[in-house]
Structure formats: structure tokens, C-alpha cells
């Protein structure tokens, strides 16, 4: 069997570059002290939140081959250390949680198991990029069981609030009761390789694996929901114009004016 180190993960990052972190205020004047509290509330909330520093670490087992009633299975699993210590957080719960066996330390047997019947783990978070308040960070998932003619895998985008410390889901972005117009518009921005692949308007679901790249939002497919295991996961992208009154304003990149684009683009139509 090939080892996990001979494994490759297959994955696509397209994400915006870090924005910077808005700059100190001024020292106020007479004028400027005149300012209500409310308005400089943004401006203070801003200044307290961290420039994210990363870098992968992995994580202490308590078996680096653990068995169960399943079977054998090896891990590796490789969380961040950031200058953050919430955040660190967030993932080692999220890799306890999803292989429990790896941490408990419960006694195994001593006995060494048959290599050929040995599946294999993977797990690693990376550090993507910050905008201002926003950080992103991709789970990624490699699982091969013994004997299979393949391994499976998943990438994950996860958007972290730093100022909540929270995770932004996707329904946290999308403007109330605007789900099928979404639809509508990612189908219609997709629609020529969605027909290659016989995926009508009605079949196409959203899913809530996400992230912000340069050119739009990208929605992220399991293997298998869209195209073939040889394509890969599949990643359907929503230009940002398109995405004008559909994705709260809050959440979209703030170098271009979208509505004004595509009020532009309207009237440039014959």
C-alpha cells in the first residue's frame, strides 16, 4: 500500500489576497472629538483585531495507529498554530471531534497490524487569507481505507469572524429569501459546463462550502454530486456583479463598486 507521505491531495485555492487591517486613527482635534461614540466604535473594533500569523503543526496522538472495531487505521493530522489561541482551538476540537480514536488513550493491542489492512488518515488545515476582519482557512481530508481502489478526500473553506469569533456560514451572507434567484444566477454564470454535464437548473442545490476568490464566490462540491471522481471536487463560481443583492454587501470584497458596475453594464446594452 502506498504510504500517506506518497499521497497527494488534490486541491484548488483561488482566494483574494490579504486586505490590510485599517490604520490607526489620528489624534483627534476639537471637531473630531465631537464625533458620536457610535461612529468611532468601528474604527476602535478595527484597531484591536489581529494581522493572522500561521503555520501547520501536528497534533500529539495518543496512537498514530489506532484500532477499532472497523479495523486499523493510521493518522496524521496536522493543525495551526496562530498568534490567535482561539483559533487554534477551533481546530483541535474540530480534528478531536472527527477522529476520536486517535486521541483516546485507551491500551492497543500490542500485536502489529497487517499492513495490507491498514487504512490511512489524513487531515491538515491551511491558512488561506485575511480581509480585515475575516479569515480564511481550508480543512483538508484524505481518507484511503485498506484494500480500496482509491482514497477519498474533501476540502473544506472555513470563514472565521475575528471580531464574533465566529464561523460565517453561508446563510449568515446570503440577503434573506434571495436562495433561488442565488440559484438562478449561479446556474446562469455556469450554465455551458452545468449542460455538459446534464445538470439541469432544477438538479443544481447550493451547497454551503464556499470561499471568496479573486473573480467571485466559488461554491464547492463534494466528488461525485457534480462530475466524476477523475474531475475532482467541483467548483461553480459566482462573478461578484452577479452577486449584487444576493450576498449582503458587508461580505463582498470592497474594492469595486458592484452595483454601480452593473448598473453601468445595463445601460452600455444596446
Given at each position: 500500500?502506498?504510504?500517506?507521505?506518497?499521497?497527494?491531495?488534490?486541491?484548488?485555492?483561488?482566494?483574494?489576497?490579504?486586505?490590510?487591517?485599517?490604520?490607526?486613527?489620528?489624534?483627534?482635534?476639537?471637531?473630531?472629538?465631537?464625533?458620536?461614540?457610535?461612529?468611532?466604535?468601528?474604527?476602535?473594533?478595527?484597531?484591536?483585531?489581529?494581522?493572522?500569523?500561521?503555520?501547520?503543526?501536528?497534533?500529539?496522538?495518543?496512537?498514530?495507529?489506532?484500532?477499532?472495531?472497523?479495523?486499523?487505521?493510521?493518522?496524521?493530522?496536522?493543525?495551526?498554530?496562530?498568534?490567535?489561541?482561539?483559533?487554534?482551538?477551533?481546530?483541535?476540537?474540530?480534528?478531536?471531534?472527527?477522529?476520536?480514536?486517535?486521541?483516546?488513550?485507551?491500551?492497543?493491542?500490542?500485536?502489529?497490524?497487517?499492513?495490507?489492512?491498514?487504512?490511512?488518515?489524513?487531515?491538515?488545515?491551511?491558512?488561506?487569507?485575511?480581509?480585515?476582519?475575516?479569515?480564511?482557512?481550508?480543512?483538508?481530508?484524505?481518507?484511503?481505507?485498506?484494500?480500496?481502489?482509491?482514497?477519498?478526500?474533501?476540502?473544506?473553506?472555513?470563514?472565521?469572524?475575528?471580531?464574533?469569533?465566529?464561523?460565517?456560514?453561508?446563510?449568515?451572507?446570503?440577503?434573506?429569501?434571495?436562495?433561488?434567484?442565488?440559484?438562478?444566477?449561479?446556474?446562469?454564470?455556469?450554465?455551458?459546463w452545468l449542460s455538459e454535464h446534464n445538470i439541469s437548473r432544477?438538479?443544481?442545490?447550493?451547497?454551503?462550502?464556499?470561499?471568496?476568490?479573486?473573480?467571485?464566490?466559488?461554491?464547492?462540491?463534494?466528488?461525485?454530486?457534480?462530475?466524476?471522481?477523475?474531475?475532482?471536487?467541483?467548483?461553480?463560481?459566482?462573478?461578484?456583479?452577479?452577486?449584487?443583492?444576493?450576498?449582503?454587501?458587508?461580505?463582498?470584497?470592497?474594492?469595486?463598486?458592484?452595483?454601480?458596475?452593473?448598473?453601468?453594464?445595463?445601460?452600455?446594452?444596446?
Amino acid at each position: 500500500m502506498t504510504s500517506l507521505h506518497n499521497n497527494k491531495m488534490r486541491s484548488v485555492f483561488a482566494v483574494v489576497l490579504c486586505v490590510g487591517l485599517l490604520s490607526a486613527c489620528q489624534p483627534q482635534n476639537d471637531s473630531a472629538a465631537a464625533k458620536s461614540e457610535e461612529t468611532a466604535k468601528p474604527a476602535k473594533v478595527a484597531q484591536s483585531l489581529p494581522l493572522i500569523e500561521a503555520k501547520v503543526r501536528p497534533l500529539p496522538l495518543a496512537h498514530s495507529i489506532a484500532c477499532d472495531e472497523e479495523g486499523c487505521t493510521q493518522y496524521q493530522l496536522y493543525s495551526l498554530e496562530t498568534n490567535v489561541p482561539w483559533i487554534n482551538e477551533y481546530f483541535d476540537e474540530r480534528m478531536k471531534k472527527a477522529n476520536p480514536v486517535a486521541f483516546e488513550k485507551t491500551k492497543q493491542s500490542a500485536k502489529q497490524p497487517d499492513v495490507s489492512m491498514l487504512s490511512e488518515t489524513l487531515s491538515d488545515v491551511r491558512y488561506v487569507a485575511q480581509r480585515g476582519k475575516y479569515a480564511d482557512f481550508v480543512l483538508m481530508d484524505y481518507y484511503y481505507p485498506a484494500r480500496a481502489a482509491h482514497g477519498m478526500y474533501h476540502n473544506e473553506y472555513i470563514t472565521l469572524d475575528l471580531a464574533t469569533r465566529k464561523r460565517v456560514a453561508l446563510s449568515d451572507i446570503v440577503v434573506e429569501k434571495t436562495e433561488s434567484k442565488l440559484l438562478d444566477a449561479l446556474y446562469s454564470a455556469n450554465s455551458m459546463w452545468l449542460s455538459e454535464h446534464n445538470i439541469s437548473r432544477e438538479q443544481l442545490k447550493l451547497t454551503d462550502n464556499y470561499y471568496m476568490s479573486a473573480k467571485g464566490i466559488v461554491f464547492v462540491y463534494p466528488l461525485y454530486e457534480l462530475a466524476s471522481y477523475a474531475e475532482g471536487m467541483s467548483e461553480l463560481v459566482l462573478p461578484y456583479p452577479q452577486a449584487s443583492g444576493l450576498i449582503k454587501s458587508e461580505y463582498l470584497p470592497s474594492f469595486v463598486d458592484y452595483a454601480a458596475e452593473r448598473e453601468k453594464a445595463g445601460k452600455e446594452k444596446p
